[in-house]
């Protein structure tokens, strides 16, 4: 599964859980404290399932690596 935008996969958990705990606490008549539970970790699941498998996996750095730092004497330009 490719990974979600950045911040996308707190956007998407919590979503869920706000959605699942009203509708298991009312609907279902589920206990609120077991709703709650519930909802955390279908919320929580989701998270962990959307994030990235490697650390900084969308970062390309392949542009920095190739980039130089010109100083004022080696641009060039003279400046008084």
Known sequence: MPPALSGMNWIAGGGAAAIL????????????????IISLAAGGGLVV?????????GLD??????GKIQTRASSGAHFP
């Open 21 to 36: 705990l009203p509708l298991l606490a009312i609907s279902v008549g589920m206990p609120f404290w077991i709703a709650c």
């Open 49 to 57: 399932l959307l994030s990235p498998r490697k650390l900084f996996e």
């Open 61 to 66: 750095a392949s542009g920095a690596a190739r």
